[in-house]
């Protein structure tokens, strides 16, 4: 199983400052045929299902807010929210779906200073 | 838009038979591209994944509960459905049907549905 590490478990961050949220995977999950990382973001607020926010590592979802940003290659992966809001506050995991069993790393709370 | 919502008793005594199934409406169950998947969260903790269905009937298994669990598809009712057999108080969580385009994450998401374990 590829295991996915997120950094840090939990994050405090003023309104308006920049939110920044790391994830290892155990193995790369970048397909080769095509170049993509098999690297998805989700924001799961309280009582909510999980909401998809980026995919191959980097591309934004419809609907997504620009502030939302991913990056990062093979291994090593970032979420960057450039400027915390008040609906900002979640729990947010990343997942690989390069390889079964599709895992979720074990998700970073985000609240506000 | 499409909206997917689980039903399914939501107390299971152990050692029985856990079986949800999901509606999907706005949407066919045939759709070229994408697959079916269960996906479950114990209360307070990270989500699981449990397995997906392809339009074509071909699946995947999480191996941790593979010897467990079938997942199905109805494609008259557009629904597909899971069964995860020999349930413990372990497998008490929010269980959620959800779909997926293939190669770009879990697009769509039920609403989820609480399943406790107890006598």
């Known amino acids: 199983d590829i295991v996915m590490t997120q950094s840090p478990d939990s994050l405090a961050v003023s309104l308006g400052e920049r939110a920044t949220i790391n994830c290892k995977s155990s193995?790369?999950?970048?397909?080769?045929?095509?170049?993509?990382?098999?690297l998805a973001w989700y924001q799961q607020k309280p009582g909510q299902s999980p909401k998809l926010l980026i995919y191959w590592a980097s591309t934004r979802e419809s609907g997504v807010p620009d502030r939302f940003s991913g990056s990062g290659s093979g291994t090593d992966f970032t979420l960057t929210i450039s400027s915390l809001q008040p609906e900002d506050v979640a729990v947010y995991y990343c997942?690989?779906?390069?390889?079964?069993?599709?895992?979720f790393g074990q998700g970073t709370r985000l609240e506000i200073k | 838009q499409v909206q997917l919502q689980e039903s399914g008793p939501g107390l299971v005594k152990p050692s029985q038979t856990l079986s949800l199934t999901c509606t999907v409406s706005g949407d066919s169950i045939n759709s070229d591209g994408y697959y079916w998947t269960w996906i479950r969260q114990p209360a307070g903790k990270a989500l699981e994944w449990i397995a997906r269905?392809?339009?074509?009937?071909?699946?995947n298994y999480n191996p941790s509960l593979q010897s467990r669990v079938t997942i199905s598809l109805d494609t008259p009712k557009n629904q597909f459905s899971l069964r995860l057999s020999s349930v413990t108080a372990a497998d008490t969580a929010v269980y959620y049907c959800?779909?997926?385009?293939?190669?770009?994450?879990?697009?769509?998401w039920g609403q989820g549905t609480l399943v406790t374990v107890s006598s």
């Open positions: 193995q790369s999950v970048l397909y080769n045929s095509n170049n993509k990382n098999y």
């Open positions: 959800a779909k997926a385009k293939v190669g770009m994450g879990v697009h769509y």
């Open positions: 269905i392809y339009p074509i009937g071909s699946t």
């Open positions: 997942q690989q779906y390069y390889s079964i069993p599709i895992t």
